[in-house]
């Protein structure tokens, strides 16, 4: 059924008929959304879901007769390839977690705009199609040990912001830099992006530009893009405004990526916390993923989704998670993250609040200007272990997580 056309399927289950119509209206005049079918509860939906056959199904979590987890539970259950997204409204944030154990991918608060409705449920779908796609196609490259794969493009990664992407990508693409290695970092957090920032770079010229050049993406104009730090790094910066960034697609950096790394001993990618096609493209190109976190619960509990999209993608092998800005336990041990991670801590970076703070309101990276701190050490270590991987010779993520599950 879901490939006899190129709409997305949407089912809408929700016990208020209006919110029902609501949504179906709001998602009349969006292109290649189709709602298939309608549900006023749980067990409806449970009973309507084989033969419907949805690509997507939008979830309300407080019904009768049968709430939304628990629909979300069995139907994620009895049919994997069917994404949920949950929307509850304000107040309900305690069904977060829940939601996100049960197996959904997705969780909106009501109000939704019909923009927002739209662009998670094609998020969620593609998102969905890499996952039916990846595991035969990409399998090769990834489980042939850290030990032999060139560490060429790392992608700096999380689900949650504030974790310390930027400020990781940075300082460790100038360490780099500063071995005399030819790095390049891209900032693709193309809406919010502050690496220009962060790197105090000036007469900035954004990917965004780049993409729009009338001959083209090529060797010879992507070179004029590629600003130069003191360090030696080059940095291809991310759109001057949110706007902007529309105009780069995942076609344009699929051409940007493969020329960088011919180019470049080490390409390092920093993100935004979503996992939008630009995201995905460089989590696909990615010879390993570095997902910083912190540790209070709600960026453990979103670490823990992320690297089950990450195992679901057939990224698990590469992706290595570092505890950014360590200090005292604050109540969870280390050793509690890491079971609840099912994953090894893979590198820890010290709080440095003073240090990051003035580093990065003078344009000027810790592990440049501030050599004897122990961050910069902290992030020196990193690099030895990632670009000498003799070090790591099976992958962490992996072996923990598969040791977690046979006992
Ligand atoms: N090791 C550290 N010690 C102290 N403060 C840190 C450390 N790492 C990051 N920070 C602080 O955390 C804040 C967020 O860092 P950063 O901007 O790198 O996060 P991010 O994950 O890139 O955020 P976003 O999702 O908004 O892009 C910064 O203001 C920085 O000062
Ligand atoms: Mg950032």
Redesign the pocket.
Known sequence: MSGQNENIKVMIVDDIDRTRTDIKRLLYFEEGLEVVGEAANGEEAVQQVDELLPDIILMDVNMPVMDGITATEYITRTHPEISIVIISIQGEHEYLKKAMAAGAREYMVKPVSSEEIASTLRQVYSLEKRRQKKPGEEAVTETEGAGQVKQNLITVF?GK????????ASNFAVSLAKQEKEVVLVDL?LQ?G?ISLMLNLSNIKPIDDLVQEPDGINESTLSNYLMRHLSGLHVLSAPLTPQDSERVTEEHLSKIIPLLQERFDHVII?T??TFQEMTLCALDHADMILL?MLTDLSTIKNTRTTLHVLEALGHLDKSRVIL??DGPSYGVELEDIETSLGTKIFHR?????KN??VS?NKGDPVTMAQQSTE?THSIQRLVEKIINPGEEKKSPAHKSRQKNRAG
């Open positions: 999380s912001g504030g974790v310390g992407k930027s400020v990781l957090d919010f502050d920093d935004p916390s910083p950014n800005m970076i010290p709080r440095e609040d990051v703070t990065i961050l």
